[in-house]
């Protein structure tokens, strides 16, 4: 803090929606922005409740912060309604006045293509949105009525607040290695998704943050098509305990151990300066619930360490379960 972009490492459900509501609460986030849009997921659990997130910031779960639809994000405008009623942030979210806007024929549009549906795209619609705005005739939020009294300019909002030194967070969505220009092309998403053009979605300047935290869950997953280095069968996936379906889609995520030639470049690739590493009691389940690093089996402890020394960035927090709280914070 104050400004910190979150990134995911791999191929997106890396945590990132844990980590973001972890730090809203705990770091009394002022503002937070969401890039990306619909095609990703962020799970918060929060006192046993579950919320899977495709367009209000994670961070909802403090009531103090101010949430954020970035600029370069496409709405979904029914979504959009449904989950800010489901969660009940009327009075404290607002899209930015230039955010496009995701219509019923981009989704059907990615349904109906084949080469998305070679792809394996969630079929949101998000593709087909984003070409529609490269070619200039998207529309954009501030263009529908229905969104009136939820427009702002999000850009604005956050640099004045960077200039008062509030705390930022920029929430990235997906993964590194589902990037545009970085990923396994042409299996990948629409969009870069790395930290700077998290940054750029958000209108944020790169010098003006503080802190990139990549966000690695220990192991990895991917759903859609594409290669995924080591890969496991399903059976042995299940065997593991690392078996996972998509928080959006519902698909089967297929999994493979943890990747520390990946994480070395994800992180060099995305200037990361701190790690965040999830699910660590997937790997050691006597970790479960742990809130204190010494507390962990030795074998933890060096998996960890081991991400340490081969991505050359301190891991500050470890996720030990789905709640929002379940972390390690060694932040000091
Ligand atoms: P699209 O983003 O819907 O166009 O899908 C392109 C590829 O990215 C497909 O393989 C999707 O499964 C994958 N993908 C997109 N968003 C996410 C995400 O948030 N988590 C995991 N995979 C994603
Ligand atoms: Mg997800």
Not at 90 to 112: C, G, L, M, T, V
Request: charged share 25%.
């Amino acid at each position: 803090m104050p400004c910190t972009v979150i990134v995911g490492a791999f191929w997106g459900d890396e945590g990132k929606g844990k980590i973001s509501s972890y730090l809203a609460l705990k770091d009394k986030l002022d503002f937070c922005v969401r890039t990306g849009s619909v095609n990703a997921a962020h799970t918060v659990w929060i006192d046993g409740k579950k919320y899977a997130l495709h367009m209000v910031p994670a961070a909802f779960i403090n009531p103090k912060t101010r949430l954020l639809i970035a600029a370069g994000a496409n709405v979904d405008v029914k979504t959009f309604f449904s989950e800010v009623e489901q969660t009940n942030v009327q009075s404290r979210i607002a899209i930015d006045q230039n955010a496009s806007i995701i219509e019923e024929k981009h989704s059907a549009a990615d349904k109906a293509s084949a080469v998305n549906r070679g792809i394996g795209t969630t079929g949101r619609g998000v593709g087909p949105a984003i070409e529609e705005r490269v070619r200039r005739t998207a529309k954009l939020a501030k263009d529908l009525p229905e969104l009136k009294g939820y427009i702002t300019d999000q850009v604005q909002e956050v640099n004045d607040g960077l200039d008062a030194g509030k705390n930022v967070l920029l929430e990235g969505t997906q993964g590194f290695m589902l990037s545009l220009f970085f990923g396994t092309y042409p299996y990948v998403t629409g969009r870069d998704t790395g930290a700077a053009a998290i940054c750029s979605e958000a209108g944020v300047g790169p010098t003006r943050v503080d802190d990139v935290l990549i966000v690695y869950k220990s192991f990895m997953t991917r759903v859609g098509a594409g290669s995924l280095p080591g890969e496991l069968t399903k059976e042995e996936a299940q065997k593991r305990g690392w078996f996972e379906t998509a928080a959006g889609t519902g698909r089967d995520r297929r999994s493979a151990p943890f990747d520390f030639d990946l994480a070395k470049k994800t992180a060099k690739i995305n200037g990361a300066t701190q790690a965040a590493l999830t699910k660590l009691d997937s790997l050691f389940p006597t970790c479960k619930g742990a809130r204190k690093f010494d507390v962990l089996p030795n074998e933890a402890k060096q998996f960890i360490k081991e991400v340490e020394t081969q991505t050359g960035i301190p891991v500050v927090l470890i996720g030990t379960g789905p709640e929002a709280l379940e972390i390690i914070d060694r932040r000091k």
